[in-house]
């Protein structure tokens, strides 16, 4: 079984038709593990908030997602338990804790975090979390 942290710029193209939602499609097929923090629930929300606000989605469309996201057999983490080791990354690659949660997880499971967030990959790619983080797109077919 294939196991990938996933972060919110991955599952929100699993319900928001975006640039590379065929490629995030293919966790969701297949024997895969997808590792999340309970962070993703906030950053979903705030996705949906902001769609919501600039009317590109319905109130009602945006319950459907939640009702969706939430049934997924995703395997949640709390953030508490991580909060030191993200911490640490954070410092170490000048990213945001919230990211750094995403990809401590990732490093402390043996897994890739998948990320759809283009700015994010590119600071990460050379690091040395490189082996960690992989492009939506560069998913195994």
């Not at 969706?68 to 990213?95: C, F, N, Q, Y």
């Amino acid at each position: 079984m294939s196991k990938y942290v996933v972060d919110a710029s991955v599952a929100i193209k699993w319900y928001v038709p975006e640039i590379h939602s065929v490629d995030a499609d293919r966790l969701l097929s297949g024997d895969t593990e997808l590792l999340v923090p309970d962070l993703l629930w906030s950053e979903i929300g705030n996705i949906l908030w902001k769609r919501i606000l600039r009317a590109d989605m319905t109130a009602e469309k945006s319950r459907t997602i939640i009702a969706a996201i939430t049934s997924l057999p995703l395997r949640v983490m709390p953030a508490a338990d991580l909060m030191e080791g993200a911490l640490s990354v954070a410092v170490t690659t000048k990213r945001s804790f919230y990211d750094s949660l995403y990809l401590y997880l990732a490093v402390s499971t043996d897994c890739q975090m998948v990320t759809a967030d283009l700015k994010l990959f590119t600071a990460l790619k050379n690091s040395p979390f490189a082996q960690h983080i992989l492009w939506v797109e560069d998913m195994p077919k």
